[in-house]
């Protein structure tokens, strides 16, 4: 029988603000153990936790950018289970009125039907111990810096059908929280989590099977892999005869398996009530509309104006848009009149393999609009061939400088007179004869040495579109 997957997403992302959701204390990731946590968050006797209004737009403005519809009457509830993390028993959390409902999210051309984001708060991190190490710690310390931090957790309806679309929707929904400021987006700094609920039904039928929550995936790509491999795993055992349980388990990044960690809980497990510290909230409409005007253009919006506008491609258009820092940089490029395909070949391959390698993010850079429009325009002019305008790229983006200071410290003006160009590939021809008898013989593959080494010859900087005609002239001529 054949089988196909279903797949809904949870994801936890982490509001920027600056301080936790009840209290004060510092969200800012590090810091010594224990250090960013006071008497509310460490769930103190006798504490009461205060909202943090900032905690509230955020979530309306990520609402917003998913197309949910915010909630006029919204509460906070005690979702009640002993953990020790969880210093206080219990985690605040909103469970049959959640801020945000029925949003989506559409990623090529799949709408993902996004079916609440609800606040709540982070609980703390345990980091195991001892000789034994990690999976068979001596003991446990736990840091309650993460306690309190908020969180909006984003769950997707079962809509998902592959482990790749799984990745690409986790792409695009950071993306958007990186777009509206809300969230840093960092796996690595936990960020932006997710769980990944999985089941297969044969292929055909609407009832859904038995879910497995996956947990302990780091990376868009643990992501797709664990996905794909309880996709497999439930497979296997229902070819067998067996049946699939309802349980929680963690993705093995070392083995890429998973591994059952507990049963799953139902919401009856947790005990739900509303918290009677935290009054229920009435979100005025006019409220919801100001923030509303404060948003950016979207990255889908984003991506359809520089296909429809500017003439990219839709690979570029995908690619520039991904970066709101580089999308926004682009734009004040074009605003200076350049051309947008120039300018976007510049970012896109150049630009992204200096980050890749510096390990930087565009932000970090020192380079200006005004920089690339000058650059565009030297290379145009002819004053600069492609080789010397990468080298200037390089230079602007390690140091704030303009182009001009640049192509003068480089030494860097394209060399195009026609005589000089003619007397270098001349002395190339003839310092290479057993390379120019193979061209004549045939072998005309070789022209490309010739360029090369004229290349060579004139220190990166002579005029390629020159260079090639003077080789054609050259090279057409029969030998004597």
């Known amino acids: 029988m054949e089988y196909e997957p279903t797949i809904g997403l949870e994801v936890h992302a982490q509001l920027k603000t600056a301080s936790k959701i009840f209290c004060g204390c510092p969200t800012e990731f590090g810091g010594p153990p224990n250090d960013h946590v006071c008497q509310v968050c460490l769930g103190m006797p006798g504490v009461l936790p205060v909202l943090n209004k900032r905690v509230v737009e955020f979530a309306i403005r990520a609402g917003i950018a998913l197309n949910c519809h915010i909630s006029e009457h919204t509460k906070f509830d005690r979702k009640n289970y002993l953990y020790p993390d969880l210093p206080k028993g219990y985690q605040i959390s909103q469970y049959d009125k959640p801020i945000c409902i029925d949003g989506h999210l559409t990623v090529a051309g799949k709408t993902v039907r996004i079916v609440r984001a609800h606040l709540e708060e982070d609980a703390g991190k345990l980091v195991h111990s001892g000789a034994a190490g990690l999976h068979g710690s001596d003991y446990s310390l736990v840091d309650y810096n993460r306690s309190g931090v908020p969180l909006l957790e984003i769950v997707s309806a079962p809509d998902i059908e592959s482990p790749e679309q799984a990745s690409e929707y986790l792409s695009e929904l950071r993306t958007i929280l990186r777009y509206v400021d809300v969230c840093h987006g960092d796996l690595e700094k936990g960020t932006f989590r997710c769980d990944a609920n999985v089941s297969i039904k ?74 009677p510290d935290l009054m229920p909230i009435v979100i005025d409409r006019a409220w919801v509309e100001e923030v509303r005007l404060t948003l950016p253009e979207l990255p889908e919006a984003r991506r359809q104006r520089y296909v429809n506008e500017h003439g990219l491609s839709s690979d570029d258009a995908y690619v520039l848009a991904e970066s709101k820092e580089m999308g926004d940089f682009l734009d004040k490029v074009l605003l200076l009149g350049a051309p947008a395909k120039a300018a976007a070949n510049l970012l896109i391959g150049p630009t992204m393999a200096y980050l890749k390698e510096s390990q930087k993010d565009f932000a970090g850079t020192d380079i200006t609009p005004e920089n690339v429009r000058d650059l565009i325009e030297a290379t145009n002019s002819g004053k600069l061939n492609s080789t010397s305008a990468k080298i200037v790229l390089s230079e602007l983006l390690q140091a704030p400088s303009t182009v001009a200071k640049v192509i003068e410290a480089k030494g860097l003006v394209q060399i195009s007179d026609l005589k000089e160009l003619e007397q270098v590939i001349a002395g190339v021809l003839d310092a290479n004869p057993s390379q120019l008898a193979e061209f004549r013989s045939g072998k005309t593959k070789i022209r490309q040495f010739f360029f090369g080494e004229s290349m060579k010859a004139l220190k990166g900087k002579g005029n390629p579109q020159v260079i090639n005609q003077i080789l054609d002239e050259k090279l057409a001529i029969e030998p004597g």
């Open 202 to 275: 044969p292929k055909g039928e609407s009832k859904l099977g038995t879910r497995a929550e996956l947990k302990n995936m780091n990376s868009f790509r643990a992501v797709q892999r664990a996905i794909q491999f309880e996709i497999e795993r439930q497979t296997d055992l229902v070819n067998s005869g067996q049946r699939v349980v309802q349980e929680t388990r963690l993705w093995n990044e070392a083995t890429q398996t998973t591994h059952s960690m507990r049963s799953k809980e139902d919401a009856h497990d947790y005990r739900y009530f509303p918290d």
